[in-house]
């Protein structure tokens, strides 16, 4: 079993930056492709952005594109997301994830995710 823990969110005005972490349980952490999601209120998930597994490359979402960086650190079993230049509608909880299999290096579809984070709030607002 897989457990992940996010940590870092807060209220930040427009134009600040926050940092996300998510602590993984386990020893199959660095094996597996990791991803951020968010959903806002009455919206559904949306994909933010993934990592492969040894964090040369990412992917971004175009919303959050040149703004938010994924990154990872395999020996800490940790995976991060910062963001900067916030806005208002980056408000929304935000979740990491990890793929449900070790093939799978890239996917914006929250199905090809199997275990979740419970999840953290980040509110951008004046």
């Known amino acids: 079993q897989v457990q992940l823990v996010e940590s870092g969110g807060g209220l930040v005005q427009p134009g600040g930056s926050l940092r996300l972490s998510c602590t993984a349980s386990g020893r199959t952490f660095s094996s597996y492709a990791m991803g951020w999601f968010r959903q806002a209120p009455e919206k559904e998930r949306e994909y933010v952005g993934s990592?492969?597994?040894?964090?040369?490359?990412?992917y971004y979402a175009d919303s959050v594109k040149g703004r938010f960086i994924i990154s990872r650190d395999n020996a800490k079993n940790t995976l991060y997301l910062q963001m900067n230049s916030l806005k208002p509608e980056d408000t929304a909880v935000y979740y990491c994830?990890?793929?449900?299999?070790?093939?799978?290096?890239?996917?914006?579809?929250?199905?090809?995710?199997?275990?979740w984070g419970q999840g953290t709030q980040v509110t951008v607002s004046s």
């Open positions: 994830a990890r793929v449900n299999s070790y093939s799978r290096t890239y996917s914006t579809a929250p199905a090809s995710y199997d275990y």
């Open positions: 990592i492969s597994t040894s964090g040369s490359i990412t």
